[in-house]
T-cell receptor, first 116, second 116 residues
Framework: ETGVTQSPTHLIKTRGQQVTLRCSSQ?????VSWYQQALGQGPQFIFQ???????GRGNFPPRFSGLQFPNYSSELNVNALLLGDSALYLC???????????????FGPGTRLLVL | GESVGLHLPTLSVQEGDNSIINCAYS??????FIWYKQESGKGPQFIID?????DKRQGQRVTVLLNKTVKHLSLQIAATQPGDSAVYFC???????????????FGTGTQLKVEL
């Protein structure tokens, strides 16, 4: 167990809807990264939040957005859902990014999103 | 561009044998590498990491080797057990602190099957 929790565990939405996924980071970690993992593939980086601001973004459109709260928990929001957004969404927490100090990312169990 | 690839999609080994999982990376500037284990329905679990200023690191039953000359990473698992059956991902982190410098780039993964 990493101490990283995500909710909900599973979610079913229809095309065009909006979804919010939540993540609580491991105690002592102030950085949260979000990844999308399609079936049979490796996780793809969506974005990272540090000190409540976006600290880097992968190749995902603006309809993927996020927030980080003062307690370091985070949300991932996806608007105008597409069938291709069906995937496992993973959250990972770590300490100060890029410093080499405790930068290992520890993953939560993920949220399985199915878009119909 | 950045890419992380794995040589074999599936690796079958007998229980008690040693396993070697290989990974090639293309970003010579990457400074940190991690191996994760992912069991079905779960998030990636940290196994072992190595910084680019090292060429070998050992953990409990696992060893990671880094060859920067040929940009190759390997994970060795000693005395493979049924519980080691999972998908294994290598991931690399590019240099830098901001602008996504802490993002992890994952490969597709290798399925390790342990036969009794």
């Amino acid at each position: 167990e990493t101490g990283v929790t995500q909710s909900p565990t599973h979610l079913i939405k229809t095309r065009g809807q909006q979804v919010t996924l939540r993540c609580s980071s491991q105690s002592g970690h102030n950085t949260v990264s979000w990844y999308q993992q399609a079936l049979g593939q490796g996780p793809q980086f969506i974005f990272q939040y540090y000190r409540e601001e976006e600290n880097g973004r992968g190749n995902f459109p603006p309809r993927f957005s996020g927030l980080q709260f003062p307690n370091y928990s985070s949300e991932l929001n996806v608007n105008a859902l597409l069938l291709g957004d069906s995937a496992l969404y993973l959250c990972a927490s770590s300490s100060i990014p890029g410093t080499g100090v405790k930068e290992t990312q520890y993953f939560g169990p993920g949220t399985r999103l199915l878009v119909l | 561009g950045e890419s992380v690839g794995l040589h074999l999609p599936t690796l079958s080994v007998q229980e008690g044998d040693n396993s070697i999982i290989n990974c090639a990376y293309s970003n010579s500037a990457s400074d940190y590498f991690i191996w994760y284990k992912q069991e079905s329905g779960k998030g990636p679990q940290f196994i072992i990491d190595i910084r680019s200023n090292m060429d070998k690191r050992q953990g409990q039953r696992v060893t990671v080797l880094l060859n920067k000359t040929v940009k190759h990473l390997s994970l060795q698992i000693a005395a493979t057990q049924p519980g080691d059956s999972a998908v294994y991902f290598c991931a690399e982190k590019g240099p830098g602190r901001t602008g996504g410098g802490n993002k992890l780039t994952f490969g597709t993964g290798t399925q390790l099957k342990v036969e009794l």
